[in-house]
């Protein structure tokens, strides 16, 4: 079974400083990764995601992610907060290729503090 | 479409109604995909469909929930006879083999 943890429910961080939103994982297989985004009263969109190949994965809006098999992490990071990156983020993981069922995380909620 | 279209975007329903969910998917992608969301919860699985594979019911959460996808497209989410508990966001996206989840904006189930 695959689990995917999100370590701290609400982060708060001033505009201009670092982003750093924790996941670890757990999976059987090798896992997909992503990370997606949810704006208030809007679906959810994707930010990145992990398949195979390179571990840093740059996405949209300025964020990042690094793949650790070694520590089973896919934390999320942005080098200077805005003002429009508060919002809840989920981290996801599936079985890839055939089983794209994703299992996510309960989610942070970010507030940027002006 | 341009997306994953989902209605209605708001029901509210009396307890013990019934009362069915509607998903299209973005055309052409194969699977298909409802979650639930409730206030201050993450996102819960409840089913998968993938091809013409049989679905993936393992996290429909009781016997009052079902769902299907005919013709391999739109999906209907129906649930009999609606608890205050159902009452949630229930998102629905879709995705082409080994690529992302493309999610629609939801409907938001009210249960009075």
């Known amino acids: 079974a695959q689990s995917v943890t999100q370590l701290g429910s609400h982060v708060s961080v001033s505009e201009g400083a670092l982003v750093l939103l924790r996941c670890n994982y757990s999976s059987s297989v090798p896992p997909y990764l992503f990370w997606y985004v949810q704006y208030p009263n809007q679906g959810l969109q994707l930010l990145l995601k992990y398949t195979t190949g390179a571990t840093l994965v740059k996405g949209i809006n300025g964020f990042e992610a690094e793949f650790k098999k070694s520590e089973t992490s896919f934390h999320l990071t942005k080098p200077s907060a805005h003002m429009s990156d508060a919002a809840e983020y989920f981290c996801a993981v599936s079985k890839g290729f055939g089983n794209e069922k994703l299992t996510f995380g309960t989610g942070t909620r970010l507030t940027i503090i002006p | 479409g341009a997306g994953v279209s989902q209605s209605p975007s708001n029901k509210v329903t009396e307890k013990g109604k019934d009362v069915e969910l509607r998903c299209d998917p973005i055309?052409?992608?194969?699977?298909l995909y409802w979650y639930r969301q409730s206030l201050g919860q993450g996102l819960e699985f409840l089913i998968y469909f993938q091809g013409n594979s049989a679905p993936d019911k393992s996290g429909l959460p009781s016997d009052r929930f079902s769902a299907e996808r005919t013709g391999g497209s739109v999906s209907t989410l129906t649930i009999q006879r609606t608890q205050q508990e159902d009452s949630a966001v229930y998102l629905c996206?879709?995705?082409?083999?080994?690529?992302?989840?493309?999610f629609g904006q939801g409907t938001r189930l009210t249960v009075v």
């Open positions: 996206a879709s995705s082409l083999r080994s690529t992302e989840a493309f």
């Open positions: 055309s052409g992608h194969t699977a």
